[in-house]
């Protein structure tokens, strides 16, 4: 069974960093991966996505403030969030399109999701 695990969440002052992490498990291939966010209120969107080639994209709102990474050793993808602002603040979701083992099409698969929250 395919499962996603995020971590790395938690509170942080505006201008501050984190780092999220997504865990991949189970018997599969993986294809794209991306991190998502939904804040209250709104709508989950975009926030980058990166192929299993390393090629990435990034939401307008973040770019140059956020890293999309993954080592695909070890099926991990990690967001690296700098110049944190309170706008920022959602719970983050990991994605991936995933190959289960035996299977002959892809789906798409959702992590739990984890809170990042930017405030003084």
């Known amino acids: 069974q395919v499962q996603l695990v995020e971590s790395g969440g938690g509170l942080v002052q505006p201008g501050g960093s984190l780092r999220l992490a997504c865990a991949a498990s189970g018997i599969f291939e993986i294809y794209s991966m991306g991190w998502y966010r939904q804040a209250p209120g709104k709508q989950r969107e975009l926030v980058a996505v990166?192929?299993?080639?390393?090629?990435?994209n990034y939401a307008d709102s973040v770019k140059g403030r956020f890293t999309i990474s993954r080592d695909n050793a070890n099926n991990t993808m990690y967001l690296q969030m700098h110049s944190l602002k309170p706008e920022d603040t959602a719970v983050y979701y990991c994605?991936?399109?995933?190959?289960?083992?035996?299977?002959?099409?892809?789906?798409?698969?959702w992590g739990q999701g984890t809170q990042v929250t930017v405030s003084a």
């Open positions: 994605n991936a399109d995933v190959r289960p083992s035996g299977a002959f099409y892809t789906y798409a698969y």
């Open positions: 990166i192929t299993s080639g390393g090629r990435t």
